[in-house]
Nanobody
């Protein structure tokens, strides 16, 4: 079974940092994207950052310069390093994988499997 497990959320003051982890398993693919999405209360799910198996990355404009995505292939883990957190970063963060017909990007419907979210709360 394909599984993704996100962790690392918590409560942090504005300006602080957190590191999220997404451990994935259960699939093999020559090409895939692992992406972090987030959903704030009352808002639609939005893409935050993706990393492709070749190491390429992309970020939403709202987080560029503050967030960094990385991966440890040996540990089957993708990380999201979040610095300079703002109140508006408060959301449930999800990781997802696109590997069946990999296109990547920030369109949630493209993603094949999702992990349960981890809550990030930024106090102002």
């Amino acid at each position: 079974d394909v599984q993704l497990q996100a962790s690392g959320g918590g409560l942090v003051q504005a300006g602080g940092s957190l590191k999220l982890s997404c451990v994935f398993s259960g699939f093999t693919a020559d090409d895939y994207y692992i992406t972090w999405f987030r959903q704030a209360p009352g808002k639609e799910r939005e893409g935050v950052s993706w990393i492709r198996n070749d190491g390429s990355t992309d970020y939403a404009e709202a987080v560029k310069g503050r967030f960094t995505i990385s991966s440890d292939v040996a540990k089957s883990t993708v990380y999201l390093h979040m610095n300079g957190l703002k109140f508006e970063d408060t959301a449930v963060y999800y990781c997802a994988v696109d590997f069946i017909r990999p296109l990547g990007g920030f369109v949630p419907l493209r993603y094949d499997y999702w992990g349960r979210g981890t809550l990030v709360t930024v106090s102002s």
